[in-house]
Each structure stands twice: as structure tokens, then as C-alpha cells.
């Protein structure tokens, strides 16, 4: 008996159960004062982005709708809310590598999983190298919009035959979580976890530029190409697709 309680008196133990205690008390102090909420509520689109206004994007003309038909890569993605575009800016010259825009945006909303799908583990499963990774700032031409926290990835391609040139190109890539722009999916993740928050949502924007001759824009000129398309861009998600987090969410903070 003296053993047993010659155990429970460790100090490990004691530090164990200190720990749990504070934490306790803590919990019920934010959800007395704040409230806390395990299981998000989910907040809808205002509108879907299948009926995103072409026209707001001018003078990006788009050429290309991408619907996912394949039931596993949907399954995969975790979302049907998605848009899959290809446009053309028609005001650079027609073999500029910035002629053409990849665009790929995804929406999950409730308790979502937690950021499964970034660029890094898409390319590299289909075989591309990371030649080049950083933290960068978008700056937005539009006075509501801060400036933006993206990752920028530039790809490398070793070629088929000997006789062929390295390929690489850049994909930037950002989130709107809970009202947020995010940089990454490590700090997505942290403002997921919020749980002040009743309702959770978060959205990523996926961008990459080139020519109908395959070629792609350096590092920098794809970093100003994606402030330019994004300046249409996001007003129009902003204004017409993402919730509205203030009128909409009524978050308990």
C-alpha cells in the first residue's frame, strides 16, 4: 500500500495531474466567458462557383472549364464546391509564358479535414521535384484587400530525352480560413482549430501561368502575374462566393 502510494506521489504524476487540473479549469473559463465549440457549424457559399460572372474577371477571357468526372479523385479532393479555370490575358502578346492562367480554387466548410491538399505532396506524386520553396506577400490593387500570404513553389521536370532542356515552373498557392488569408497549411490548420469559432470554413486558391508552347515565367514574373489576376479575382469571391464572416457566422468572439 505504501508503494502504491509512494507512486502516486512522483513528481511526473503530480505534474500529470497539475497539467490536466489547469487545463480544466482553463477549458471552463473559455467556455463560461468565450465559448467553445467542438463540432463547427457549416456556412454555405453565397453563391456557388459554377455561377462565378466570367465577365468579372475581364480582361482575363476564360477558355477552359475542368470538371472532375473521376468518383475517386473527387473523393480524394474531399469537395465538390470547387472551380477549375483556364484563362488567357489577351493584353500580353501571345507568346508571353504569362499568356495563359491555371486557376484551381476549393471551398470545405464544418469540421473539414485538415488541409489534406497542397501542391507539394499533388506534383511530387506525379513525379516533379521542389527546386524551390518560399514564404511570400501578394500585394492585391484593391484597397479592401491586405496583402496576401502565399507560398510560392517552383517545380522542377527532368526531361524524357537527353537531348531536352529541364523544366520548371511555379504554383502559388494561399487560403481564406474563418475570414483569414493564410500562407500555409500549417498556420490554416492553427486557425481551424480556433475553438472560439462556431462555424469553420476555409478556402484555397491555387495559381500557375504558361504559353500554348508549353514554356512558363520565371519565379518573379509569376509573382506579378498572380497579383494581376488576382486583383479581378478576389473582389469577386470576396463579394460574391465566400460567406460573409461578420453578418453571416455570428462567431462567439
Known sequence: MKDIIKNYLQ?????????IVLCSIYISYRKDHYGITLIKKALPLKKPFDLMDETALAP???IHKRKITNKDILESLGTESYLQWTLEDETVCEMSPVRHCSLFVTYYTGNPDQVPHVPEACY????????DKASIKLHIADANIADV??????????PAEIWQAESKFTVIYFFKVNNLYKGNRTSTRFALGDLTNEYSYFSKVEVKFFNK?????????TIAATEKVLSKLLPALEKYHWPDWNTTSTPNK
Open 149 to 158: 500570404p502565399a507560398t510560392s513553389l517552383t517545380f522542377k521536370t527532368s
Open 124 to 131: 511530387t506524386g506525379g513525379g516533379h521535384q521542389i527546386a
Open 213 to 221: 508552347n508549353g514554356l512558363y515565367p520565371e519565379r518573379d514574373e
Open 60 to 62: 482575363y477571357k476564360l
Open 11 to 19: 513528481v511526473p504524476f503530480l505534474i500529470c495531474v497539475a497539467a
